[in-house]
């Protein structure tokens, strides 16, 4: 039951040695400390790296700590909400007197979220990432139909929330511009 670092983590490559070796110090692998990604990567790649690091991050830090490949869907909507407290996009609730305006005229004090379009794409970007790294596509905890339905609530509850509908079929341009600003907003941090 030592296999926790199996998987592995896109760029720590852990050492030459077999994991039977006893590690002496400390224990535990390295995370390699900002460590240089290759030049030629994408924006794309870069974030999709940095994405699954987060995630491993996360699940060496749950008590007791989680191997990638027992990882679930249970582990990937807790993640999610856990980055709401990073969100940056106000999403009021139903009590709020902006509830439903997508530009309240005040402020009020209504939490800050992850926007749904930042985190649609962020499942997307681990999707690939999980099978990138040797995960199984058939269990992909990121391409469960519970994160799908997730993801459908959140959109809908934000939308509503901000006042902003995302109509599939017909897109009317004047509420297209806050849907985009949305799913920029986190793409850069
Ligand atoms: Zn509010």
Redesign the pocket.
């Known amino acids: 039951m030592s296999s926790d670092h199996q998987i592995k983590l896109g760029i720590s490559e852990i050492g030459e040695g077999s994991s039977s070796r006893g590690v002496g110090v400390g224990g535990g692998a390295t995370i390699p400390s900002g460590s240089q990604p290759p030049p030629q990567l994408s924006r794309y790649e870069s974030q999709k790296r940095r994405d699954w690091n987060t995630f491993g991050q996360y699940l060496k830090n749950q008590r007791p700590p989680v191997a990638l490949s027992h990882s679930n869907y249970g582990h990937v909507l807790d993640f999610l909400r856990y980055l709401d407290q990073f969100g940056k996009t106000?999403?009021?609730?139903q009590g709020?007197?902006?509830?439903g305006h997508s530009d309240?005229a005040g402020p009020?004090?209504?939490p800050l979220r992850q926007a749904w379009g930042s985190l649609d794409a962020l499942i997307g970007r681990l999707r690939a990432a999980y099978e990138e790294n040797g995960g199984l596509p058939e269990m992909n905890p990121f391409a469960s139909s519970a994160i799908r339905v997730y993801l459908r609530e959140i959109r809908d509850s934000q939308a509503k929330?901000r006042g902003i509908p995302y109509k599939k079929k017909k897109k009317k341009r004047n509420n297209i511009i806050p849907n985009v600003k949305a799913n920029k907003e986190t793409s850069n941090t």
């Open positions: 106000k999403v009021h609730l709020c007197v902006f509830y309240p009020c004090t209504c929330a």
